[in-house]
């Protein structure tokens, strides 16, 4: 398998166990990446990590540049990306603290700098299966094997952020066939599709989704759940690396 780089989101700004060699500054032809790329060692094999809302923590969903980070990964020849995020739970499956491979998405977010093709107008890539199927293999078998409870499945509904979301609005996502919400899916997905980036996605389910609990979401519920399911990531990923 070629190069492999993970984006961490919300409670993923550092990948702990990440015994790093250097760190790339990287400017592109889109402007500043979310932060620098660190280049490191996890469980033996060489991987790449970006925060994609910064280190510390800093840069809005609807804020971070998609394409700046997207081309950095690319001109550091990565082949392979693993994005984690944090999601909201909105089928009855996606529990919090818990971890989804989503297949599927669907893009509600709007004004976002979403494609390199800006001045190109006859280029379309497919998007038909948006996620590679031979990561979110990997990812599954890794996750078997470290005996980590997943979600193989799941349709992603990106929102624009950086509110949560009504309740009507999570009512009309599970009618559209969104199993999960979160904020920074889109245009990330695409735009490594049209570089031809490997991707997939561990969702890390933060809360149930608006609506779907009597009450409002708190912060505090968010950092909870996310904690533990960050916990089950950084072990599923040092699975993953050890098998490929
Ligand atoms: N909605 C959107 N994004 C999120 C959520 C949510 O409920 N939880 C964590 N990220």
């Given at each position: 398998?070629?190069?492999?780089?993970?984006?961490?989101?919300t409670g993923l700004s550092q990948l702990a166990d990440l015994k790093i060699i250097k760190s790339?500054?990287?400017?592109t032809p889109y402007g500043?990446?979310?932060?620098?790329?660190?280049?490191?060692?996890?469980?033996?094999?060489e991987v790449i990590f970006l925060a994609r809302h910064g280190?510390?923590?800093?840069i809005a969903p609807h804020k971070i540049n998609y394409r700046a980070n997207i081309w950095g990964l690319k001109q550091l020849q990565v082949e392979n990306i693993i994005a984690v995020a944090a999601v909201g739970g909105i089928t009855p499956d996606m529990v919090p603290a818990h971890i989804a491979i989503p297949d599927q998405?669907?893009?509600?977010?709007?004004g976002r700098k979403h494609t390199f093709f800006e001045d190109d107008s006859v280029t379309h890539i497919d998007f038909s299966y948006p996620y590679?199927?031979?990561?979110?293999?990997?990812?599954i078998h890794a996750a078997k094997q470290a005996g980590i409870q997943i979600s193989p499945?799941?349709?992603?509904?990106c929102t624009q952020?950086?509110?949560?979301?009504?309740?009507?609005?999570?009512?009309?996502?599970?009618?559209?066939?969104?199993?999960?919400?979160?904020?920074?899916?889109?245009?990330?997905?695409?735009?490594?599709?049209?570089?031809?980036?490997?991707?997939?996605?561990?969702s890390v389910i933060a809360n149930w989704a608006a609506g779907k609990t009597e009450g409002e979401i708190t912060m505090a519920e968010i950092e909870q759940n996310l904690h533990k399911g960050m916990a089950n990531t950084a072990e599923l990923l040092k699975a993953f690396v050890e098998k490929v």
């Open positions: 398998m070629g190069r492999l780089a993970i984006i961490g989101g790339d500054r990287i400017t500043v990446p979310s932060a620098d790329f660190i280049t490191g060692e996890l469980n033996g094999r280190n510390p923590h800093s998405i669907i893009d509600y977010s709007y590679s199927q031979t990561l979110r293999s990997r990812l499945i799941g349709t992603y509904g952020g950086p509110r949560l979301e009504t309740a009507a609005e999570i009512k009309r996502m599970e009618n559209d066939g969104c199993d999960l919400v979160g904020m920074t899916g889109m245009p990330e997905a695409a735009l490594a599709k049209e570089l031809g980036l490997n991707y997939a996605t561990v």
